[in-house]
């Protein structure tokens, strides 16, 4: 499966919950969004089944995996609305079977919520993306976002978790 942004299911999504308005004309876009300077990006350890406390991978990663990332931005003094849809699919993660691992990251300057998550495979992930919990948070959180991107890939060569820095190179190269 060729990685692709979300936008797309997004675009989909949003016009089935079309509400007949029109968005305001001065949104900014996703590359205005993500050319943001996140210069004080706040990150969390990676956490889950394949680390160990500190955030360090108790083994290499298995190959293939597949590595799923998103970001998301909020409207303006959306910030707590916005979380509090996003906390349920945060610990609901953690319960999923096939989960390896999963790293958080926020900058308030950009108003960005970072997330990278690693898969046994992508079976697991889709059950988790389709689940209940994610679902419910994906339909009532986008009401407080200025925009939101997401990729996934079947990783074969990395036995260790991209950087935040690889994930953004990724998403700005798929929206080019």
């Given at each position: 499966?060729?990685?692709r942004?979300?936008?797309y299911?997004?675009?989909?999504?949003?016009?089935?919950?079309?509400?007949?308005?029109?968005?305001?004309?001065?949104?900014?876009t996703?590359?205005?969004l993500?050319a943001?300077?996140?210069s004080d990006l706040?990150?969390?350890?990676?956490?889950?089944p394949?680390?160990d406390d500190?955030?360090?991978?108790i083994a290499?990663?298995?190959?293939?995996h597949v590595v799923?990332?998103?970001v998301?931005?909020?409207?303006?003094?959306q910030?707590?609305a916005?979380?509090?849809?996003?906390?349920p699919?945060m610990?609901?993660l953690?319960t999923?079977d096939?989960?390896l691992?999963?790293?958080?990251?926020?900058?308030?300057r950009?108003?960005?919520a970072?997330?990278?998550?690693?898969?046994?495979d992508?079976?697991?992930?889709?059950k988790?993306?389709?689940?209940?919990?994610h679902?419910?948070?994906i339909?009532?959180?986008?009401?407080h976002t200025q925009?939101?991107e997401t990729?996934?890939?079947?990783?074969?060569?990395?036995d260790?978790?991209?950087?935040?820095?690889?994930?953004?190179r990724?998403?700005?190269?798929?929206r080019?």
């Open positions: 499966m060729q990685p942004t979300a936008f299911a997004l675009s989909l999504l949003l016009t089935a919950c079309d509400t007949n308005e029109d968005p305001p004309q001065d949104e900014p996703i590359a205005e993500a943001c300077d996140e706040e990150i969390s350890p990676f956490m889950g394949a680390f500190t955030g360090k991978l290499p990663l298995p190959l293939p799923a990332t998103t998301g931005w909020h409207t303006p003094d910030t707590d916005l979380a509090a849809e996003t906390q699919p610990m609901d953690f999923h096939g989960l691992g999963a790293a958080f990251a926020t900058s308030e950009c108003g960005s970072r997330t990278i998550s690693l898969w046994r992508d079976a697991a992930r889709m988790f993306v389709f689940g209940t919990v679902s419910k948070a339909k009532n959180g986008l009401k925009g939101w990729t996934n890939w079947s990783e074969t060569e990395a260790q978790p991209p950087t935040w820095e690889d994930v953004r990724r998403l700005n190269e798929l080019q």
